[in-house]
């Protein structure tokens, strides 16, 4: 079968080196590999090609540990896209940067994006990439990989499936950094609930000293600039009923699945597995729950994936699983949530009108770690 020619734009953690971060207690959860380098590697549909960094020390470590011949590694992205013209390209790159990238892309031959979360640092970005990317005929999937999760599609067939009653509320316990994290939790609570429209978001910014906010009052912005990466909890009302609350409760990357007559709990990343279902009346009338065995399913590599769902794509001209207008809404809820915090926690309703805020980091990026810190597991598909 056909090979896709692919490259990577952003060649630090996520890019190609993330892999090496990954204790064998995650792997567990979610199997290697998990950057975009190692996946095109281990891909037998992609042949990554080339790469392109600000950095040239990193992109030459990129391109000894992936095999990138130095007349293929290039500082300027324009000049990768149109000398290389990869089929598949990734955009793992800070959100300012990725929005002419995915632009200049898909308009200059690029048919499959694998975009960085989030998508872009302002609503007008993610607009611009939504019609560049449509009008062009191209597809996105943004590394939202959780979406590609076996235990999410299992809880996800439990609610469909009707034996747990309505799908009521889902709780993500530890919301994080709205950049940074959230992309991940906001777009499971859209999946397990079907993709359905937001009617209001309603959000609070806590500030303080992280290295995500360098102690930023959130009251206060410098004309429509976000700087640094706000955590934010809050909640969120689709307009089928169902509510979301997203947390800083402390706890890890958790999650509850509250329907009628049950409830799936997901706990460290997905390592543990829990399913309660309401059980009959007892002879008094009571209705209690138990804990009853979570099915069973094949753990694989998210971001492996991910990228087969483009392949996929590219092979029978369907839509992704993910897509570009679901990676633009997941922005606008980001934005959302910063927009509630500045109007004192007020509901803000969805679609955004006339919200031109946009991100600034303000830390550099982190330095890949060149060498495996932790044992490998087997990877796995």
Known sequence: MQKYRAAVIGCSRIGGFIDNEIAPSEQISYPLPWSHAACYEACDRTDLVACADLRKDVMEKFGRRYGIAKERQYTDFRALIDKEQPEILSAATQPEERAEIIIY?????????????????????????????????AVLNMHTQKRFDPG?????????S??????????????????????????????????????????????????????????????????????????????????????????????????????????????????????????YGTELSEFVPFPDFERRSLSLALLEDLVHSLDTGNAP???????RDITEMILAFIVSHQRGGARVELPLVDVNLRHRRLKPPKQPRYETRYPRLPTSK
């Not at 694998?114 to 449509?134: H, N, R, T």
């Not at 993910?322 to 990676?327: C, D, E, H, K, Y």
Request: net charge negative.
């Open 162 to 283: 009707g034996e747990l009653g309505a799908l009521k509320s889902m709780i993500i316990y530890n919301n994080n950094a709205l950049w940074d994290g959230s992309s991940h939790y906001f777009d499971v609570v859209k999946h397990l609930n079907n993709d359905n429209p937001i009617a209001w978001i309603q959000g609070h910014l806590p500030g303080g000293s992280s290295g995500y906010t360098h102690g930023t009052d959130y009251n206060e912005f410098e004309a429509d600039i976000v700087p640094g990466d706000p955590s934010a909890h809050g909640i969120i009302q689709f307009h089928n009923g169902v509510v979301a609350y997203a947390l800083l409760s402390g706890r890890g990357a958790d999650y509850d699945v509250v329907c009628e007559r049950g409830t799936i709990s997901s706990i460290d990343l997905g390592r543990i597995w829990q399913l309660r279902r309401l059980q009959p009346p007892d002879e």
């Open 105 to 137: 892309a898909v308009e200059h031959g690029v048919k499959a994006i694998w975009a960085e979360k989030a998508l872009c640092a302002s609503l007008q970005d993610a607009d611009a990439v939504v019609e560049a990317v449509e009008r062009n005929g």
């Open 152 to 160: 999410f599609e299992v809880a996800k067939d439990l609610i469909s």
């Open 321 to 327: 699983k993910g897509g570009v207008r679901l990676a």
